[in-house]
């Protein structure tokens, strides 16, 4: 389990071999929230929220006090076609912005007393351009898959995975068309701010790139057109699943990547909550395909695991109310 996959064999494997939420915990967790003092139903969500996390920690207190934010970064060939705003100089100059503790995810990984890691990926050596062939042959996959399986702090309670990629919001899109079908211009929105021309490129990409890959299912259009960043965060989120570390999903990206592993096992997401609804027009139809309600929509479309860092706040709200707050009978308040 601590070991990293070793071939797309293992991967599969690793996915045909899930652990699953724990029972017990479930009904004993049910049983309390039932018994603390509030009325029935009156936290909402927050209820689900502390209940869910109960069954994957497999204890009726769950808790969220040892949060870890991990962000991988990618270079991709297919910035060369005009897809992005922005030059991809920009995700190295990010990661050292990143390092540097000057980048939002750090002010709200702060806030949230989460660990942050980051993790820059061979940015030298751009993926392949993925309307010409495979983003990673099948090596630079795996080593980039292993990246994002061992990047997770088994002590973590609660993870986040975030990207920074210069044009990865053209490999979230192709993905998602891949994996759901319909036309590139469903998939595509502007990322970083593209114009109305460049809309029209990237859709065109995404069509070119979905038609050279048509036969790649599962994890294998994770290989063909996504990129380091993308397999390293699908990578964290199966170590977690094997953890037990409930995760929250972050925007466009990172749910494209997590949902290359529900499209090779479904069910494989089943310890991921939405974090965030972001302003990438496919993320809510690709969350809406997962069967995933979001925790926030604030109108994000940042990326860097911004959206889930803050959904943090929620889930330490939830668990923080459900494991602290007293019974009816330990307050003696009449329960009605
Ligand atoms: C300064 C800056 C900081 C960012 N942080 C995240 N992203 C986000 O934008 C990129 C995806 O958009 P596209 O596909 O249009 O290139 C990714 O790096 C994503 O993390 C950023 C982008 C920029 C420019
Ligand atoms: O959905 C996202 O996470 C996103 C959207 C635009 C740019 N970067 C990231």
Not at 60 to 68: G, K, L, M, V
Not at 72 to 101: C, D, K, R
Not at 188 to 213: C, F, Q
Not at 276 to 301: F, M, T
Request: one cysteine or more; a negative charge.
């Amino acid at each position: 389990m601590s070991q990293s996959p070793r071939s797309l064999a293992d991967i599969r494997s690793l996915l045909s071999g899930l652990p699953y939420s724990d029972g017990p915990s479930v009904k004993a967790a049910q049983a309390r929230n039932g018994q603390l003092t509030k009325p029935p139903g009156a936290l909402g969500r927050l209820e689900d929220v502390a209940v869910w996390m109960a069954g994957w920690q497999r204890t009726d207190r769950p808790h969220a006090d040892t949060p870890q934010v991990v962000i991988f970064a990618g270079n991709h060939g297919v910035t060369a076609q005009g897809i992005s705003a922005f030059p991809p100089q920009v995700t190295a100059q990010m990661v050292a912005n990143f390092l540097a503790g000057g980048a939002a995810i750090n002010q709200l990984s702060r806030v949230f007393g989460a660990r942050m890691d980051v993790h820059a990926l061979e940015l030298d050596q751009p993926t392949a351009d993925f309307t010409q062939g495979a983003a990673m042959d099948e090596a630079g996959f795996l080593r980039a898959f292993a990246s994002g399986w061992d990047a997770v702090d088994p002590g973590a309670d609660l993870l986040v995975t975030g990207e920074m990629g210069i044009g990865n919001t053209t490999a979230a899109a192709a993905i998602a068309h891949a994996l759901c079908g319909g036309t590139p211009g469903e998939w595509v929105g502007r990322g970083t701010g593209l114009d109305d021309a460049g809309l029209i490129t990237k859709a065109r990409v995404v069509g070119e790139a979905v038609a050279r890959h048509a036969d790649a299912r599962g994890i294998e259009v994770l290989r063909s057109l996504g990129g380091r960043e993308l397999a390293a965060m699908a990578g964290a989120i199966l170590r977690a699943r094997h953890l037990r570390i409930p995760v929250l999903l972050d925007g466009f990206i990172c749910t494209a990547a997590a949902a290359c592993l529900d499209a090779e096992a479904p069910g494989a997401l089943d310890h991921c909550l939405a974090g965030h609804v972001s302003e990438e027009p496919g993320h809510a139809c690709l969350l809406d395909r997962l069967g995933k309600v979001p925790l926030l929509s604030l109108g994000l479309r940042l990326g860097e695991g911004s959206g889930a860092a803050l959904a943090i706040g929620v889930v330490q709200g939830a668990v923080a109310c459900h494991s602290g707050m007293a019974t009816f009978a330990e307050a003696g308040v009449s329960d009605g």
